[in-house]
């Protein structure tokens, strides 16, 4: 059993940055670890996730509507964290952001994913 806690929601203005982290229990460091986001009246969508490649690699892939803009990384250093860096933040980027876990499947799609937190605000203002 993998359980997730999200932390660094908020807001911030328009071109601002924000960082999340997402500390997971259990044994995680081969799972795929992903970031969701859902904004008011829109159904869930696949912002980032990173998957485990062997040894301590990971690969980092991203939603064209994010890429050049977030990045995400994992620190397994003390159990496994996963980061997502978000910069040059736009209005239409505010939503809920949920980490997911996953043990095996596509990386995309949420309904292949296996655990997940219980979800972070991120509002950005224009």
């Known amino acids: 059993q993998v359980q997730l806690v999200e932390s660094g929601g908020g807001l911030v203005q328009a071109g601002g940055s924000l960082r999340l982290s997402c500390a997971a229990s259990g044994r995680a460091s081969s799972y795929a670890m992903g970031w969701f986001r859902q904004a008011p009246g829109k159904g869930r969508e696949f912002v980032a996730a990173?998957?485990?490649?062997?040894?301590?690699?990971?690969?980092?892939?991203y939603a064209d509507s994010v890429k050049g803009r977030f990045t995400i990384w994992r620190d397994n250093a003390k159990g496994t964290v996963v980061n997502l860096s978000m910069n040059s933040l736009k209005p239409e980027d505010t939503a809920v952001y949920y980490c997911?876990?996953?043990?095996?499947?596509?990386?995309?799609?949420?309904?292949?994913?296996?655990?997940w937190g219980q979800g972070t605000q991120v509002t950005v203002s224009s």
């Open positions: 990173t998957t485990w490649t062997g040894g301590n690699t990971y690969r980092p892939y």
């Open positions: 997911a876990a996953q043990v095996s499947g596509r990386y995309y799609s949420q309904h292949e994913y296996d655990y």
